[in-house]
């Protein structure tokens, strides 16, 4: 079987048995070649809006053996995929903000009970959050930490209505799937937020006990600016800790 990274693991295992897949912003193919080495998916589209990932994600699937498997497509986002070819969708290795802007312009493929398969490298909250507006919801969650980085992914199913349930700040940037389920990389993740909060606090008190005195030009402004943000981030390790 095709080895790959964890990452890359944990999304293609997320994918359902017999399903149709389309793979945008393909890359090299090593999710899609993967997935067919299991011998479970239907069919797999994987397309890229490059031509040099393409070419390379082309010979890579020619040489594993699955171009029957395997069809490969140049397109921007779903823009060459046409509705009914394929009822799951991965897309990974993008900012959550560019994940939703691909979304936003594919409302035409998607049909009841359609799958998403997405993981964010940035702004998850407004990537759930967005998901919920557009008329998704999200079934399920998973997290991993690979090569000193966390991931998560999410899967959400279109459901053509729009989402009565709002998420709550905490659930909109750490995931309610994964916070329901007490996830233990991610409260392995939260655990290392508060540290780094608390570490950054420690060095702001540090700041203003060691390097600034009431003689300094703009002492008490620059007290303030410093206590607001030990505020702030009291207030988020506060957050943070009602998850556990």
Same mark, same amino acid.
């Given at each position: 079987?095709?080895?790959?990274?964890?990452?890359?693991?944990?999304?293609?295992?997320?994918?359902?048995?017999? #399903?149709?897949?389309? *793979? =945008?912003?393909?890359?090299?193919?090593?999710?899609?070649?993967?997935?067919?080495? &299991? %011998? $479970?998916?239907?069919?797999?589209?994987?397309?890229?809006?490059?031509?040099?990932?393409?070419?390379?994600?082309?010979?890579?699937?020619?040489? #594993?053996?699955?171009? *029957? =498997?395997?069809?490969?497509?140049?397109?921007?986002?779903?823009?060459?995929?046409? &509705? %009914? $070819?394929?009822?799951?969708?991965?897309?990974?290795?993008?900012?959550?903000?560019?994940?939703?802007?691909?979304?936003?312009?594919?409302?035409?493929?998607?049909?009841?009970?359609?799958?998403?398969?997405?993981?964010?490298?940035?702004?998850?909250?407004?990537?759930?959050?967005?998901?919920l507006e557009a008329g998704f919801v999200i079934e399920d969650e998973d997290m991993c930490f690979d090569e000193g980085k966390y991931y998560v992914a999410i899967i959400a199913r279109y459901t053509e209505n729009e989402i009565e349930r709002k998420l709550t700040e905490e659930e909109a940037l750490y995931g309610p799937v994964l916070i329901k389920n007490k996830n233990k990389v991610l409260l392995e993740y939260l655990d290392l937020e508060i540290k780094k909060r608390l570490k950054v606090i420690e060095e702001l008190k540090k700041r203003i006990s060691d390097n600034l005195r009431k003689d300094d030009q703009g002492f008490d402004e620059k007290k303030r600016s410093m206590d607001k943000r030990i505020d702030l981030l009291n207030k988020e390790i506060a957050s943070i800790r009602h998850i556990f």
């Amino acid at each position: 079987m095709q080895e790959i990274s964890i990452r890359l693991k944990m999304i293609a295992d997320l994918v359902t048995p017999g #399903a149709r897949v389309a *793979d =945008i912003g393909c890359d090299h193919a090593y999710t899609d070649i993967y997935l067919a080495s &299991k %011998g $479970e998916v239907g069919s797999i589209i994987a397309m890229d809006l490059r031509k040099g990932p393409l070419e390379k994600a082309r010979e890579n699937v020619a040489s #594993a053996g699955f171009s *029957d =498997i395997i069809e490969l497509r140049l397109s921007d986002g779903f823009e060459k995929l046409n &509705k %009914g $070819e394929t009822d799951t969708a991965i897309i990974s290795g993008m900012g959550g903000r560019l994940i939703t802007s691909i979304i936003g312009k594919s409302e035409a493929v998607f049909t009841e009970g359609y799958r998403l398969i997405l993981s964010p490298q940035t702004e998850p909250d407004i990537l759930r959050n967005y998901l919920l507006e557009a008329g998704f919801v999200i079934e399920d969650e998973d997290m991993c930490f690979d090569e000193g980085k966390y991931y998560v992914a999410i899967i959400a199913r279109y459901t053509e209505n729009e989402i009565e349930r709002k998420l709550t700040e905490e659930e909109a940037l750490y995931g309610p799937v994964l916070i329901k389920n007490k996830n233990k990389v991610l409260l392995e993740y939260l655990d290392l937020e508060i540290k780094k909060r608390l570490k950054v606090i420690e060095e702001l008190k540090k700041r203003i006990s060691d390097n600034l005195r009431k003689d300094d030009q703009g002492f008490d402004e620059k007290k303030r600016s410093m206590d607001k943000r030990i505020d702030l981030l009291n207030k988020e390790i506060a957050s943070i800790r009602h998850i556990f």
